[in-house]
């Protein structure tokens, strides 16, 4: 069994990631870092030397690899549901769980680091809040699951998600 964690950003993908593979003793990979290695880069120089549509053909590229394999936890970067050829491989290969979180909260979470590109713009709310009216509609059609992050501690999302997924 795989278990893939969609969402956007600061909703807690690889923090949750991490916690849920020590728990199930599961290997834990997250498609941003696997991008970066591959890359021998990282994220923001992506962006700036390749563009987003290079970042996203590399994406599509680790996601087809990662999740060929089996009982992995996979954390995926926020944009991961964008292609049909991603939404694809996650829903037939693994459980999908949607870590839901409100714009306000991905705000507080998201603020100091400086590794997203996207997020590097005057008004953050307001890039969030489109990215949220674009995305949300792909990550529930893509998720078997949904659970929300706001008001519960990482260890208390995860076990949710072990609860949803009745292991
Ligand atoms: N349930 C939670 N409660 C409180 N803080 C959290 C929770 N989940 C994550 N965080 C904190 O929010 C920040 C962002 O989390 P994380 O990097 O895991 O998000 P992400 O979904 O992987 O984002 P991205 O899509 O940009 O990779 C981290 O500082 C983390 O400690
Ligand atoms: O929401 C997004 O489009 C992104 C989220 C991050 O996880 C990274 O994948 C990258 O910064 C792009
Ligand atoms: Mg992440």
Redesign the pocket.
């Known amino acids: 069994m795989n278990i893939f964690l969609v ?10 990631g991490r916690l849920l593979s020590t728990e199930l003793d599961l290997p834990f990979f997250d498609s ?1 870092k696997v991008i970066e290695e591959r890359a021998g880069a990282n994220i923001p120089w992506i962006f700036d030397v390749e563009g987003e549509a290079g970042f996203r053909d590399r994406e599509t590229a680790v996601i087809a690899d990662l999740t060929c394999q089996n009982n992995i936890i996979l ?1 995926t ?2 944009g991961a549901v964008l292609k049909s050829e991603n939404r694809s491989y996650l829903k037939e290969r693994g459980s999908v769980i949607y ?1 839901k979180t409100s714009v306000e909260l991905q705000i507080e ?2 603020r100091k680091d400086k590794n ?1 590109p996207l997020l590097q713009t005057e008004d953050p709310t307001q890039v969030l809040q489109k990215l949220m009216d674009i995305r949300d509609p792909l990550y529930q059609e893509v998720c078997d699951h949904v659970v929300t ?1 706001d008001k ?3 260890k208390l ?1 995860v076990s949710e998600i072990c609860r949803v997924l009745n292991i």
Do not use: W
């Open positions: 969402g956007p950003m600061g909703a807690g993908k690889s923090t949750i941003d954390a970067g926020g870590l979470r998201t997203r992050t519960r501690n990482p999302v």
